[in-house]
Structures are given as structure tokens and as C-alpha cells.
């Protein structure tokens, strides 16, 4: 106890141990450590003391004070400068140890923090702004509000657009593994269904824009559930890597369906075969992972709301396709996407307890668009089957997205005034929340 400061014979052993602590690494006196070389002759010159050197035996107490004493992690991690001012995090690679990546310290504001799924808030608000267009077309409400949620979502988009784009310019090691992670990935198709939000937002005041980003959003969409429908094939998945977030790339197929403009209706058929057929495959997947493996971890269970999107869609872009068909095989097809959109909102509402006693995490904006994508649903249902129970859901669905939007909002206001959009936390348990 005492002196706390190593023995010559200490920074001799254990060099390694030095720099665990994030001490420099002291070399021993020449004096008492002679260099010897393959001659025998030390570099002074003389003899080495051979068997009578070696036949000297350290007392007691001399190896007492000569032996190493092992360091304290505790020590150690309040010594080592990564772990206090994050300025070396990271192993060299191939054994350069010259080489050390520059990242911040966890719970430094960077822009490498910034959410993918921040993408999904546009989706949450831009479709609360569609769900109020149709509704006041429907039930004559003022058409100014779902053009006020639909412009802010526009701007917003723009926002989130250039502080993601910082992010692939400062930091692409970290898009990268966004992208290539089995859950992050799935977020990407958020950014391409926001130009195609945007697309049906922009129709009624401009349609040779609308079709513009429709151009523009369609073919990303494609082209992200392409390469994660690929990385799902190519890398070897467990059971539990499957989470309701994995629909968010058809989704965007169902979504490019139904902005598509006049004159691409073929296109939007197919483009809606994508979104259909997909659905099904992984929805036997999705209800055997949820059933079987272990529960979704905390920060992952708002993402159960996404289930509600792919029904809720397919009903829309199937009524935008078929021009609102009512009788007949066609018409009837429609309403049964509408009743097993139904069924899902039903099932995730008799949840409801258990999703509001969830701590709030970004991965909360999961609720907002499915739900906007069901009123819409319900909305263009009440159109076509006059009957005031039909009215009396899609008010009631357009209330409960209004407060849901509202809520997650503020909340997400909040984390960015306390700066956490921009800041991994020291200690992280669960990489969703």
C-alpha cells in the first residue's frame, strides 16, 4: 500500500499490464538490465557472470517486492484514456498498432448517432396528413388541417433527409452497418416512402411534381426491398432476427401502388403484386417468431403496430387500382383486405395496456402511420358501404391517429431539446430504445 508506483522489476514483467492501465510504459535502468549477445559477452564488453550469476538465489524478500502485481480492472478503467475522453476506440486492424479509429466518447452529441428510424416520423405525420385529406372529403371537415400536418411533413422530411445525408458524409462506416444490420436495414425504406408520401401529397396542387417524386420514390423503394429481400437469403438468420419492422419494405411496394399517378397503372399493379405476395410470406413467418421464440425485446414491441400497415395498404392501393369497385369478385376482394385490416387493428388494440406501459423510445413513431393507413383504409370503406357503424371507426381510428401523432411528437421534441437524437448512451441495454 504506500507507494502506489511500480518496481523496476514491475515495468520489466509486465509491460502489458502498464498499458491496460493507460500508463505509459517505462523501460528498465541499463545498469541493471544487460543487453546479451549471442557471444555471451554483455554489450560493455565483459563476460556475463554465467553459473555463478545463475547461482545466486534472491532472498525472501527481494522476489516479495520483485513480483508483479496484477492490475485492477477498476484501475484500469478509470486510467485508460478511451474509456474517459473517447479519443481511441477500436482495435487496430491486421495488427497495426499505429492505426487507431477517431470515434466520440459514448454519450457525445454526433451526428454517427443519428437514428435511421427517425425516417419513420415522417411516415407517422405525412399519413396523418393524408388520413385528414380523405376525411374531409368524406365527412366535410376542413380540408386546411391534413394540408398543414402534410406540408410539416414535407419540411420535416427535408429536415431528416439532410442530417441522415451529414451522417452518410461524416460517418458511412455507420450507414453501413445501419444498413447491413438485420433490423436497422428494414428503416432505409422509410426514406423512399417519404418521396412517396410526399408524391400523393403534392397531387392535388401539382401533379407533374407528384409524378416527379413518384419517379423517384418508386424505383428506390424497389430497389432497398430488393437488396434486403437478397441480404435475407444470402446471410444466415436466427429466428428471433425476424421482427414486424421487416415489413416496412413491402409496405413501401403497397404505398407506391397507391400514389401511383394516372397513366402507370399497370406499373402499380405489379408493383402491388411485389407488396402482396411478400406480405403473405412473411406473415406466417412473423406470427411463428412471435409465438415460439422469445418475446421482442422492449425497445422493439411498439414495432408489433407495423403489422396493421401491410392489410391496411393492400386495402387502399387495391381500392385506388380498382377505381372504389363495390360489387362483385372485385369489390369483394377489397373488403375482405379491409376485415383482416380490422382484425389486426382489433388485436393490437386489445394490447393497448401493455404498449402504453413501454418507456418511450424513437421506435414509438411505429404507431402513427399504421394507424393513419387503417383510417384511410376505413375512410374510403365508408364510401363505398354507406352505413353509420363504417362512419362512426373511421372517425374514431382518425381521433385516436390524431392523439397517438400528437403525443409521440412531443415526446420526440423532448429527446431532441435533451440532445439524445444525437448521443449513444455510456450504457446501453437495449439497442432499439
Do not use: C
Not at 522489476?9 to 505509459?24: I, K, L, S, V, Y
Not at 401539382?206 to 446471410?235: C, D, F, K, N, S
Not at 406501459?357 to 424513437?362: A, D, I, K, N, Y
Amino acid at each position: 500500500m504506500g507507494d502506489d508506483r511500480p518496481t523496476d522489476a514491475q515495468t520489466d514483467a509486465a509491460p502489458g499490464e502498464d498499458a491496460a492501465r493507460g500508463a505509459p510504459v517505462r523501460a528498465a535502468p541499463a545498469k541493471k538490465t544487460p543487453t546479451r549477445t549471442t557471444s555471451g559477452r554483455t554489450a560493455s564488453g565483459k563476460k556475463s557472470g554465467g553459473k555463478k550469476a545463475a547461482s545466486k538465489k534472491p532472498s525472501s524478500k527481494t522476489a516479495k517486492k520483485s513480483s508483479p502485481r496484477k492490475a485492477s480492472p477498476r484501475k484500469a478503467e478509470k486510467k485508460s484514456p478511451a474509456a474517459t475522453t473517447g479519443e481511441t476506440i477500436g482495435e487496430p486492424k491486421n495488427g497495426d498498432t499505429t492505426r487507431s479509429k477517431k470515434l466520440p466518447a459514448p454519450g457525445a452529441p454526433s451526428t454517427r448517432h443519428f437514428p435511421v428510424h427517425i425516417f419513420l416520423s415522417v411516415l407517422g405525420i405525412g399519413g396523418l396528413g393524408i388520413a385528414w385529406r380523405e376525411a374531409a372529403e368524406s365527412f366535410s371537415f376542413t380540408p386546411a388541417v391534413g394540408e398543414l400536418f402534410l406540408g410539416f411533413a414535407a419540411g420535416f422530411y427535408i429536415a431528416v433527409l439532410a442530417l441522415y445525408g451529414l451522417k452518410a458524409l461524416r460517418h458511412p462506416d455507420a450507414v453501413i452497418a445501419d444498413f447491413i444490420d438485420p433490423i436497422r436495414g428494414s428503416y432505409f425504406a422509410a426514406a423512399g416512402m417519404g418521396l412517396l408520401l410526399m408524391a400523393a401529397a403534392a397531387r392535388p396542387h401539382g401533379p407533374e411534381v407528384a409524378e416527379i417524386l413518384w419517379a423517384l420514390g418508386a424505383p428506390v423503394t424497389l430497389a432497398i426491398t430488393m437488396a434486403l429481400t437478397v441480404g435475407w437469403m444470402r446471410h444466415e438468420f436466427h429466428m428471433r432476427d425476424a421482427t414486424p419492422v421487416w415489413f416496412l419494405p413491402i409496405a413501401g411496394n403497397l404505398l407506391a401502388a397507391i400514389a401511383v399517378p394516372p397513366g402507370y397503372e399497370q406499373i402499380g399493379w405489379m408493383i402491388f403484386a411485389v407488396g402482396l405476395v411478400l406480405w403473405l410470406m412473411l406473415q406466417g413467418i412473423l406470427f411463428y417468431r412471435l409465438m415460439f421464440e422469445a418475446p421482442l425485446a422492449h425497445g422493439l414491441r411498439p414495432t408489433m403496430a407495423i403489422l396493421l400497415a401491410p392489410p391496411a395498404l393492400a386495402a387502399v392501393a387495391y381500392q385506388v387500382l380498382t377505381n372504389g369497385a363495390v360489387l362483385g369478385a372485385i369489390g369483394g376482394f377489397g373488403t375482405m383486405l379491409y376485415g383482416l385490416a380490422l382484425f389486426v387493428a382489433v388485436l393490437l388494440l386489445v394490447q393497448a395496456p401493455a404498449f402504453l406501459r413501454l418507456p418511450f423510445g424513437l421506435t414509438a413513431w411505429s404507431y402513427p402511420f399504421p394507424l393513419a393507413a387503417f383510417t384511410v383504409a376505413a375512410t374510403l370503406h365508408g364510401d363505398r358501404h354507406a352505413h353509420w357503424a363504417a362512419d362512426a371507426i373511421a372517425i374514431a381510428a382518425l381521433a385516436l391517429t390524431t392523439l397517438v401523432t400528437l403525443i409521440v411528437f412531443a415526446k420526440t421534441a423532448q429527446a431532441l431539446m435533451a440532445g439524445r437524437l444525437f448521443r449513444l448512451p455510456a450504457a446501453k441495454t437495449d439497442p432499439e430504445d
